[in-house]
């Protein structure tokens, strides 16, 4: 099978291996010394020397518990939205009671840093920001680094910013730049299986989250660091992916962050590259455009989901469609993960075969 869609993502071999071993006791000395090597590697991996925690949860689950522990029912929160992904944690929010003000641009855009600062400087009261850093549904990109730098620049608000997919694809450095929370997932660039979310948070964070009135249970910060400091976990952790995380975690220091974020860039050129050359057009702003999922329009007379199934059922090879309004009218191909390129040739000579066969 060609897996190409943005996350979960084909798993290396030496990565499965390792889950195929036998459970331990999670409130146990082995346990402690994996989480605890996890950690450490997660740090370096995010570029950052702010706490770490992990919740066996999907990325989604890092997310509310970002919103939950830095935010109270009322507080005025800032969401700059471009896709279904920057919906989704503008929806977290007001789920909870923030009151929750979007900022939406265009699908396919990416967000504005001089908006963000116009935005921030009217509305000094403003408790936290939410940006997505890699908008999957568009294969957007967003200028992480200009957007930190204006909220930085003219705001004390939390920065949370979803990076399920944006992890290791794109540089992100989160100490540097002022990033309050960054939230990732393992089934996506750290090519492990689902269900350990990943979250560092900063000191402003924490401070946030002394105050931070909103009920929360599962997701409580302060419990989850009291106990991940007594190296385990307040409740059962997803064993056999912390297994895999610390070998991929490995693998992936070993090749060194900013090798692994050249690859992703290079393979998504090649995407890019590939697609052009077979007359898709790319949805969305090419400056902007993301080293983790490419989107694209078919050609003329292409239905793309006919497209998708002929691809799954003839051919093994499994692309991404549109969410949200771009149902139908796009396919995303996942290039994250230890992707090879010959995955990337593999899928485009079989797309060409499709619209070979479409057009006969
Ligand atoms: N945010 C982004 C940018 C994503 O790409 C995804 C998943 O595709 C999520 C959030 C949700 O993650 P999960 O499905 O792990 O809850």
Redesign the pocket.
Known sequence: MNLRI??PVTIPEDVLDVMDHQMIDHRGPQFAAIQKRVVAALQAAFQTQNDMLLFT???????ESAVVNTLSPGDPVLAFVAGE?GE??AKIGSTYGGNVTKIKFENGQGIDPDRVAQELKSTPQTRAVLV??????TGIMHPLKEIAHAVRANSDAVLIV?????MLTADAQIDRWGIDVM?S?S??AWACP?GV?MLSISDRAWQAHASAKTPRFYFDWTETKSWMEKGQTPFTPAVSIYYALDAALQKILGEGMANVIARHARIAALTRAQAKALGFRLFGDERYASN??TALYAPEGVDTETLRKIAREEYDLIIGGGQGPMRAKIIRVGHLGWVKEQEIYDCFAVIGHILEKIAA
């Open positions: 943005p996350g949860s999907s990325g989604t689950g890092g997310l992904f989704r944690i997505t850093h890699n908008e999957t549904s979803d990076g399920v997919s944006s939230v997932a089934q996506k689902p979310a983790a999922v």
